[in-house]
């Protein structure tokens, strides 16, 4: 089994700042893509930003420019940097990795159980 935990979220006024992590523990072998959604009420979750093995990082356009994906490897940790928020940035978000829990199993997809990030205007 494979348990992620994020933490980070919170209220913030709009302009501010949070920086959201994600901790992977338990059968990891070896994880591959890494990545942030998120989820407004009423809404269809949404990918944020992704990052890849190789480190090749992709934001979805409406962070762009506000939100960084980052990770560190030897903590088996992504974080989220955002920054600039909006209250349109309200939403939980969720990390998601792609793992391989031993070396001749398969990839499997892996979510963490999602915080709430709040931004007042």
């Known amino acids: 089994q494979v348990q992620l935990v994020e933490s980070g979220g919170g209220l913030v006024q709009a302009g501010g700042s949070l920086r959201l992590s994600c901790l992977a523990s338990g059968s990891i072998f070896s994880i591959g893509t890494m990545r942030w959604y998120r989820q407004a009420p009423e809404k269809e979750r949404e990918l944020v930003a992704t990052i890849t093995t190789g480190g090749t990082t992709n934001p979805s356009d409406s962070v762009k420019g506000r939100f960084t994906i980052s990770t560190d490897n030897a903590k088996n940790t992504v974080y989220l940097q955002m920054s600039s928020l909006k209250p349109e940035d309200t939403a939980v978000y969720y990390c998601?990795?792609?793992?391989?829990?031993?070396?001749?199993?398969?990839?499997?997809?892996?979510w963490g159980q999602g915080t709430q990030v709040t931004v007042s205007s």
């Open positions: 998601n990795l792609i793992i391989k829990s031993r070396p001749g199993d398969g990839w499997r997809s892996w």
